[in-house]
């Protein structure tokens, strides 16, 4: 019989990590009865427990999902986050910050804001980058408040940003949402996951997974959020990984929670070492650390050590050393099965992508939500836009490593040396002929972001567009000082972050 047109019933989560319960959050606020949402977990073997930092678009999904700000920031240990700051990643010695918001002001004349600031830097009449940026001007001051729409000509009409919090928080506090909803959770290990074998539309697709205990879980669509492990797409569906460390070579991880030291910053820090590097994200209640390394250059001791070493307080817990793989499945969406999180692939953490990629794969899913029939174009579709995304993603991470400058290494040598993806070299080519950035379909990240990478990893352009040439210089001049003052006087009147965070949304006391 033709299930063509078809609504499906039935469908099965299996994994409770961030993807599980994103999954499950987002569906139940769209799905209403007949719809059945069920998702299995295991405690035992658990959640990767890392994830912590973000960026904006986490704040759509939570819309999305209907979850209020600052209870879920209360439930989650969560600070706020404006961006990143990269330390010792062009040079030993030299940082620099990626931020969230525009930089510049909106178009008063015909090109990018940047290519005005390029030409005032060559005659020596322009402030570094970030004095441009809202968002960058306040993390460094250690201020936050929250965007306010209604004041048009106002930088603080553009700040952006999005959050830091504890992972396994996130997860349960996910989890009372989608419960809440009507998901239905079962606790206990799938072991094993049995196809259609009836000749017939659904033969091939996945007809149950099947519990420990010997309980059959049916459904009409499975989403496979079961990490690493890959359960349904690759154990059952054999869909094929596509590998991605030659581009990408750190391979793990190894990651300590420590005492909070100092004020609470409003952005994450990622500090390079010798052969990877150290993120720092401060929450409410403790700060996340984490070395991500490439084990072909250093050791799981060695890697353990460099973090304890720059920790800025007291280490909480044994460090804990998490192996990874980078790269894609082949298809996220095969048959009936999409993977979503882990299990669709991963990249490291550098620019905190990874919580978003579940995001858009979830939005993605819902707008193109299947009836039982499952459009072969559709599900082409689907698995051309993730990759794309993952593709961008790939893409600004590696531009990352390519540009260092160091010479302290073999490995951060062999990164500048690489045959790195077309796709970046033709935006590192342009941007270094023409000081122009491309924003194409799929890209995750806009010019800004882009922009600052390259400036704050020394890529030069040869030139800007000419048509900057037709302002007068001095009116240039006192147009980028109008916007970096602007701001200086907007940042002095933000409050400090750690004061916005006691009044919007202190969490309680951790026992
Ligand atoms: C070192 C590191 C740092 C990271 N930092 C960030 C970051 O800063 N920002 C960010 O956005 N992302 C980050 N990530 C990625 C982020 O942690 C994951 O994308 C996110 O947690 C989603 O994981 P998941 O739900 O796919 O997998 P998991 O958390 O591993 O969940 C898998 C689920 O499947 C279940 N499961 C597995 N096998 C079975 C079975 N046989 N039966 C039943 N259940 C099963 C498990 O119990 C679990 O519930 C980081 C990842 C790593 C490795």
Redesign the pocket.
């Known amino acids: 019989m033709d299930n063509w047109g078809r609504p499906l019933r039935k469908v099965v989560i299996?994994?409770?990590?961030?993807?599980?319960w994103m999954s499950a959050a987002a569906l139940s606020a769209v799905l209403k009865p007949p719809y059945e949402i069920r998702l299995?977990?295991?405690d035992e073997?658990?959640?990767?427990?890392?994830?912590?930092?973000?960026i904006p678009p986490i704040r759509l999904f939570n819309s999305l999902a209907r979850i209020e700000e600052a209870d879920f920031l209360k439930a989650t240990q969560g600070t706020f986050k404006l961006g990143i700051e990269f330390v010792n990643w062009g040079r030993q010695g030299e940082r620099y910050f990626h931020g969230f918001g525009g930089i510049g002001r909106e178009k008063l004349w015909p090109v990018d804001f940047s290519h005005y600031w390029l030409r005032m830097r060559a005659l020596g009449r322009a402030l570094p980058l970030d004095a441009y940026a809202i968002c960058n001007m306040a993390a460094r001051a250690g201020r936050f408040m929250l965007p306010r729409p209604e004041m048009q000509n106002s930088p603080l009409n553009a700040i952006n940003y999005a959050y830091h919090f504890d992972?396994s928080l996130y997860a349960q506090a996910l989890r009372r949402i989608g419960e809440a909803r009507g998901v239905r959770r079962t606790e206990?290990?799938?072991?094993n996951a049995l196809l259609h074998e009836q000749p017939g539309p659904r033969q091939g697709q996945l007809r149950a997974v099947q519990m420990e205990g010997g309980e059959l879980i049916e459904g009409d669509l499975f989403l496979d959020?079961?990490?690493?492990?890959a359960?349904l797409i690759e154990k059952a569906l054999a869909t094929g990984h596509e590998d991605w460390s030659h581009w990408l070579p750190c391979d793990r991880?190894v990651?300590v929670p420590s005492e909070p030291a100092g004020p609470l910053l409003p952005y994450t820090r990622s500090t390079a070492h010798r052969a990877g590097w150290q993120?720092r994200?401060p929450l409410q209640h403790r700060v996340g650390n984490?070395h991500?390394y490439a084990s072909s250059h250093v050791g799981d001791d060695e890697a353990a050590d460099v973090l304890l070493r720059h920790l800025d307080g007291r280490p909480l817990a044994e460090p804990r050393v998490?192996k990874?793989r980078t790269g894609i499945r082949r298809q996220a969406w095969n048959r009936n099965v999409v993977a979503?999180?882990?299990?669709a692939g991963?990249i490291e953490?550098l620019e905190?992508?990874?919580?978003?990629l579940?995001q858009m794969g979830i939005g993605d899913l819902i707008e193109r939500f299947p009836h039982a029939g499952f459009d072969a174009l559709e599900i082409a579709e689907y698995n051309q836009r993730s990759r794309a995304r993952y593709e961008s993603v790939r893409d600004f991470i590696i531009l990352h490593y390519h540009l260092n400058k160091r010479d302290d290494s073999a490995f951060w040598q062999a990164c500048a040396a690489m045959d790195i993806p077309g796709t970046l070299r033709r935006r590192m080519q342009l941007y270094e002929s023409s000081g122009r950035l491309l924003y194409g379909d799929g890209d995750e990240f806009r010019e800004p972001s882009w922009l600052e990478v390259m400036e704050g990893q020394n890529q030069r352009p040869r030139a800007w567009l000419p048509l900057v040439e037709l302002q007068d210089a001095d009116d240039t001049a006192a147009y980028l000082k109008s916007v970096s003052d602007t701001i200086a006087k907007c940042v002095a009147v933000m409050p400090e972050h750690e004061a916005f965070v006691r009044r919007y949304c202190a969490a309680a006391p951790m026992d």
């Not at 299996?14 to 599980?20: C, E, I, L």
């Open positions: 299996v994994g409770g990590g961030a993807a599980g299995v977990e295991s073997i658990g959640i990767i427990g890392v994830g912590e930092a973000t992972a206990g290990k799938v072991v959020c079961s990490g690493f492990q359960l991880a990651a993120w994200i984490g991500v998490i990874f979503i999180g882990l299990a991963f953490p905190s992508t990874a919580l978003h579940i």
